[in-house]
C-alpha cells in the first residue's frame, strides 16, 4: 500500500483507518505501513504550514495559530509509532489538522497581500 500524494491519498487512508476494525481487519504490520506513511506525510504538510506561516508577520494571528498547530503536531508525532489502528487514526487526525491550517494560510486574504 502506498499513501498518493496530496490531501485526497491521505484522505483516502484517514477514511480507511478512521471506519475502524469493525470493518476493516488489517494486521498489525499493514497498520505499521499506514502509520509510517501518514507519519511522512504530515512532516511534509508541516513543513509547508511552516513555510506558509513565515511569511505571514510576527503579529498576524493565522501566523500565531499556526505555531500552535504545528507544536502540537509535533508533540502527536513524538509518540512512538504501533502497527494498531489507534495509532493510525491519530497520524491521520494529524494530517488533517495540519491540512486544515494549510488551507486557512493558503486562502486570499487582505491580510494575506499586506
Known sequence: ???????????????????????????????????????????????DVQRHAQQLSADNPRRAHADVVLEEAEQRLAVPLEGTAACAQNRARVVRDLYSRLDRLTEASPAAHA
Do not use: K
Open 1 to 47: 500500500m502506498r499513501l498518493h500524494g496530496g490531501p485526497a491519498g491521505a484522505e483516502l487512508l484517514g477514511d480507511l483507518v478512521r471506519r475502524g476494525p469493525a470493518q476493516h481487519v488489517l494486521q498489525p504490520h499493514d497498520y505499521q505501513q499506514i502509520v509510517l506513511q501518514l507519519t511522512g506525510h504530515a512532516r511534509a504538510v508541516a513543513a
